[in-house]
């Protein structure tokens, strides 16, 4: 075990990037604002991804997969979507590289300049609704529920481990529709299945909304969202459902035969989460000693340790470790065995706590003796000596118990982080000394969200789907409004 | 369903492309050389990633995800690896796009080139390699055991859907060990994990063997592979795996502190099977009424189709055969109820063949009346009378007779398209009539592999393993030799 973390209470941010080391998740790479997914972190990302592709498919999606590049001209095609996607991004504007002609190594062979520069996808509504063009004719073609798992690229200055990274992993949803009805529809059931995920698997309660015009999509008519709150009071957008109207059908063309007869353009949605899913996991729920995983998706969930100061105890230890081993296996639950002789005991403990291994069994002669063993809760720390009988249907239960004692952490947080306020000095005092959601009238104009984020850094991070109607003033200008929405700084 | 596919016999090459497309596999897109792969054939990858992925888990691997950006001075690192892989790529120059000062559209920002050029990952040895020095200090840290499932580019001047790509979905295993010995070990296990999966799902049977020299992967001291053997009588290499030696540990510097308080390089292998195995699948059992795929990567393993002239006879054949569907899917069987009435039965049956659905269940009004169904084989377009009742059973039955009898008759047009020769000029005949593997002797020299290749186009796909002793000579040189090795056209 390598000396402590940093703690959450001293430094939050330096906490956060070593723990995303040391426990394995992830590391800086040598290209600038790429980052390694190592295999901890990826056995994570891929329980995400295996939940979320099941989801999918049970609401009646397929994935498919388009390419990489996008021709530049693509991105001209929608006025909103190029300036929000096609600026800061990586250009292949050569196909071949040769050796210098000095002998210094291989440079760009300018022979081989590409006609049309390709641009390495920030996200693929354009090339994906080229595409729609040629499968989409009839209303017989609708709707098309299409997802695609993909790695894009947006060029970013400031990049932080799985919060913002030039590359990153996700998945966009593409749907096309024959209605705007149906299309708000699928819009919604997909934040639906996010939410769900946050709050279910991930153990993270998210708030519902829509963003605001200012924060929305570059080509949506409307941007649906799921927001999370993290233990230092800073928001993070987890999830982002878009309902495009007509403005990609009408870029790329893509219309259809309606069963009366006429031709009309296609109604579309997309949406997509990505590995910065991986951030808010972590923030949400971890400590000072490491990660805190919900144990559905614990790649390790639990992990037994025996106890030991000779071969004889080991081999005895052993023998029942591994039927309760078996046992919990049968149950679908993950264990790991770790008999290594190598380390002791206490560098054990430490490390499981670091990678957030949410139930910890620990065995020793005594216990064998006993007929017990000693169950440590991550979430809690508590230990408590169960006896060997019947244990695996004890630590099944206690793991439901943690999921949920999880979730119910992050939601007490979460409330106990919610203050409605109603003048300017109090929002400014709230962000400044507690963080959190700060509840505010806003007169709706982007003028004044923006002069709020420039003067506080605090951005509307959406108008909550269950915001009540509420008559008030906005506590910049004064100006009237009818609810209330979130503010916060954010991720 | 539209007009017939080409006949193999008739243009081998137009049947394999259309089949692609009206199967709904995948199509070529708007970026030169990259394919759209499409739900249907995206959703067979799914099934052969699904399967692979727990192969590699169950002999000790994990996944992981690097960038996919290679800093171009990475390649030249290791001087064989440029060769092969730095010169025909994708070259990231720019990070930033901006608008036409003539309004004319958004150009490059010349302010934003790379201080160095980025080249998209054609394979990820280096930057993988580059990592692993800092993950690797101890034989503690070894064997380090990797994959990533990724995409990768290489500028291919002639694309081919499938078959030749300029983008294209892999998976690359990178292991690290302390001892050639073990590493040697892990490439040969890797070749028996590729070609059990060949045989086993994709029912492909496959010549397992070492590269030649000139064959050999750009930076590795041995390729195997695993070589499959088309319809046309044409070779398809499926898989490879890679005994690097210690070659990218000495480019990357990568040691590790013996056991015995030395200080060594590792050795290194590396491995892959990509998107190619799609068109491997393809072609080696489909027909000229399309696809035939072996029930283990079926997507829809049955298809049961009503034959009804009325409502009334819809809704009974429909109780039936949602209870005939049910009974499958309790046995794990993938099941299609295919109930519209805007297509005929006819209509159905022959697009359900083009999508080379193994089995497909037909039920009518008089089936009701008899208690019987109709049940048709893809692969040898058997019908039979079944009676419904026991029909899961013997349906499962039928789907494990399908898988085998399609490996037994590619195995079988495999045997009989190898031929052995002792002359050139047979050889070059072998080549022209019926084409398939040749077993000839070879001097082992490269000069005269290259000549070979140049006056017949067939080239050396491999030394097989289990190539027997046997005094000859060269077809060419009439040099000595010791055994025959697999000379085919290829893919």
Redesign the interface.
């Known amino acids: 075990m390598s000396k402590s973390l940093p703690k959450r209470s001293e430094d939050y941010s330096l906490w956060y990037n070593e723990l995303v080391k040391r426990a394995g998740l992830a590391?800086n790479?040598?290209?600038r604002g790429?980052?390694?997914?190592?295999?901890y972190g990826?056995?994570i990302w891929?329980k995400m991804q295996r939940i979320l592709d099941d989801m999918f498919k049970k609401t009646g999606h397929?994935?498919?997969?388009?390419?990489?590049?996008?021709?530049?001209?693509?991105?001209?095609k929608e006025a909103n979507h190029?300036e929000g996607f096609?600026?800061?991004?990586?250009?292949?504007?050569?196909?071949?590289?040769?050796n210098a002609e000095d002998g210094s190594?291989?440079v760009?062979d300018p022979d081989a300049r590409l006609e049309e520069?390709?641009?390495?996808r920030p996200t693929s509504e354009t090339?994906i609704w080229?595409?729609y063009k040629n499968w989409i004719q009839s209303y017989?073609d609708l709707p098309l529920l299409?997802n695609q798992w993909?790695?894009v690229?947006r060029?970013e200055m400031r990049t932080r481990l799985f919060l913002r990274t030039s590359?990153f992993?996700w998945q966009e949803g593409h749907t096309a529709h024959a209605t705007a009805q149906e299309a708000i529809a699928e819009t919604e059931q997909m934040l639906g299945v996010y939410a769900e995920f946050a709050e279910k698997y991930m153990a993270v309660p998210v708030v519902r909304g829509v963003k605001s015009p200012n924060e929305r999509f570059a080509g949506a008519l409307e941007t649906y969202c799921i927001e999370a709150m993290m233990q230092d009071g800073k928001a993070l957008q987890a999830g982002t459902s878009h309902f495009l109207g007509q403005n990609f059908a009408k870029a790329f063309d893509v219309k259809f035969a309606t069963k009366e007869g006429g031709l009309e353009y296609v109604w579309g949605t997309s949406w997509g989460v990505s590995t910065r899913l991986m951030g808010a996991l972590i923030m949400a729920h971890s400590d000072d000693d490491g990660l805190v995983l919900p144990p559905m998706l614990a790649p390790i969930q639990v992990v037994i340790i025996p106890v030991f100061f000779n071969e004889t105890q080991l081999a005895q230890i052993s023998e029942k470790a591994k039927q309760i081993k078996q046992a919990l296996e049968v149950r679908g639950i993950s264990v790991k065995f770790d008999d290594r002789d190598?380390q002791k005991p206490g560098w054990k403990f430490a490390e499981y706590e670091l990678q957030g291994v949410p139930v910890r069994i620990a065995i020793g002669a005594r216990d064998l003796e006993n007929g017990t063993a000693e169950v440590a809760r991550r979430d809690t720390k508590v230990k408590t000596t169960y006896p060997l009988e019947n244990l695996d249907a004890q630590v099944a239960d206690l793991l439901n118990e943690i999921q949920e004692n999880i979730y119910q952490k992050a939601f007490q947080f979460r409330e106990e982080h919610i203050t409605k306020v109603d003048s300017y000095e109090e929002f400014k005092n709230v962000l400044d000394t507690k963080g959190g959601f700060v509840l505010a009238h806003w007169d709706g104009t982007p003028e004044t969200e923006e002069r709020i984020k420039e003067e506080t850094k605090a951005t509307i991070r959406c108008i909550a789907l269950d915001a009540e109607a509420e008559e008030g003033t906005c506590i910049l200008t004064g100006k009237p409004s009818g609810r209330r929405v979130h503010f916060a700084r954010a991720y």
Do not use: D, Q
């Not at 397929?62 to 001209?76: Q, V």
């Open positions: 590391e790479s040598p290209v790429c980052m390694v997914i190592k295999p990826y056995a891929e397929s994935n498919a997969y388009f390419p990489l590049f996008i021709p530049k001209s693509f991105f001209s190029v096609a600026k800061e991004c990586a250009v292949v504007t050569h196909y071949r590289l040769k190594g291989i760009v520069e390709l641009i390495v090339v080229n595409t017989r299409l993909a790695n690229v060029w590359e992993l190598t």
